[in-house]
């Protein structure tokens, strides 16, 4: 049961663990290049580009646009076709940034559909960046398991 109007944004989402990521950023910022190499570690397509935000009571699910489902763009390959995902809850945003803050003074939360989203910023380029999203939602989920 839905509580709220879907809503397209300009980003890449993908599923890690049952948990959705959400991957903002201007084009040619590396949302679809660091999707590509979180699903080389495991994660699952839900979108690229685009992607639908619904709210469902107290969470917000990420669903593909539905004329892309199943399409991430590769650079230099063009589009390709693969298995995705649908109606996972949003459980991470990831603001891709050329230079990030080095030491964030303190959690980050941005409102997505009237939802609290845990939220942090990394360059989607450098070679650690798959890695940080993960710890970054694996600290989130420790967080959460404690209290």
Do not use: W
């Not at 989203?117 to 970054?136: C, G, Q």
């Amino acid at each position: 049961m839905s509580s709220g109007q879907p809503e397209i944004v300009h980003a890449t989402a993908i599923a890690m663990k049952d948990q959705g990521v959400l991957l903002l950023g201007p084009s040619g910022a590396g949302k679809s290049d660091l999707a590509l190499r979180l699903i080389d570690r495991g994660a699952r397509l839900i979108s690229d580009d685009q992607t639908e935000l619904l709210r469902s009571q107290n969470r917000v699910l990420l669903r593909p646009a539905p004329n892309i489902a199943g399409k991430l763009e590769v650079r230099s390959l063009g589009i390709i076709s693969m298995e995705h995902v649908s109606d996972v809850p949003l459980r991470l945003q990831v603001r891709l940034v050329e230079q990030p803050d080095r030491y964030p003074m303190d959690r980050q939360f941005e409102t997505v559909q009237g939802v609290d989203i845990p939220t942090v910023a990394i360059n989607a380029f450098e070679h650690s960046a798959p890695l940080k999203v993960e710890i970054a939602l694996q600290q989130l989920l420790a967080q959460e398991h404690k209290s």
